[in-house]
């Protein structure tokens, strides 16, 4: 069957499932958990109930934006192959049901947000949403800034807990959204180069069309930022002793698996980059978290 056809012949729905994938829970349950752990960084006093809100109302709207993402690319996801078996290029869910599940979802997102913890985070994650979906998304079929562009959104759920404990942005929380920000830059494009022929198949751009070695040099670069960046939670007050040593602990294995790529770029070593980027991220913000709560 044609791409044409599997999207002309799109079921009106798919049942729970396919809408509950069309939100990919993983990465949601992801990115509102990194939200929480903004809120509990930020907090002067810890408020358990604002918590539950920060990730209830992340979650909507960071499912909402996966669902609008996945109504707006289902042609380029069809064309991939890990991507085709998604709910709206496989015909299990409509577009139209997916853009409206996906628009729905972000408002209630947005909405509960404003309504709970106020403005600030609800701009924040209405941000968030919009740099992904209107920006990010489109640059995806363009050029590789998409990469850099890509990666504020993917960092802001951090400022949408900070700001929801705040009710602003600081250094402290400026800090938090750098190590985000580098944090993505190397995961996505350790994904990139891993998966490129994949996505060159959709159309994405990515990664720059350079060398293996070139694109290492950039993976080095990204995780050699990501060392001093790491570690001004510790001088801002926002952390400790043991944050600082656990820090410097996984930026320096995140340096060493780039230069590992760099050395030898194959990629079984850009994926121990990206799996390590994995590992990283939720090891980091536990550290940050378990100083705060101390």
Known sequence: MSLEERLRRAGPGGGIPAYLELA????????AVTAAAGYVVAAAEMQWLNVAHVVLGTALSTGGALALNQYIERRPDALMLRTRGRPVPS????????????????????????????????VVAAAAALL????????????????PVGAVPGALPALIGWTASTGGVDARGMALFGILFFWQLIH??????????????????????????????FLVGYAAALVPVSVLPAFLG??????????????????????????????????????????????LLALMVAGALN
Not at 206 to 216: E, G, K
Request: proline content about 8%.
């Open 238 to 283: 926002m952390a400790g002793g043991p944050y600082l040593g656990g820090a410097l602990i996984l930026s320096a294995a995140m340096l060493a698996a780039s230069a590992a790529f760099l050395l030898d770029p194959t990629r079984q070593r850009c994926r121990r980059v990206f799996v390590g980027s994995l590992l990283y991220h939720p090891l």
């Open 132 to 147: 992904y979906n209107a920006v990010y998304t489109p640059l995806k079929l363009r050029s590789p800034v998409a990469t």
């Open 91 to 122: 015909g299990r869910l409509s577009p139209g049901r997916a853009r409206l599940f996906g628009a729905a979802l972000v408002v209630a997102g947005v909405g509960h947000l404003a309504f709970w913890l106020g403005w600030a985070p609800a």
């Open 188 to 217: 996505v494009l350790a994904l990139g180069w891993t998966l490129r022929e994949d996505y060159e198949r959709a159309g994405f751009h990515l990664i720059p069309p350079v060398s293996p070695r070139l694109i290492a040099v």
């Open 24 to 31: 990919k829970p993983g990465i949601t349950v992801f990115v």
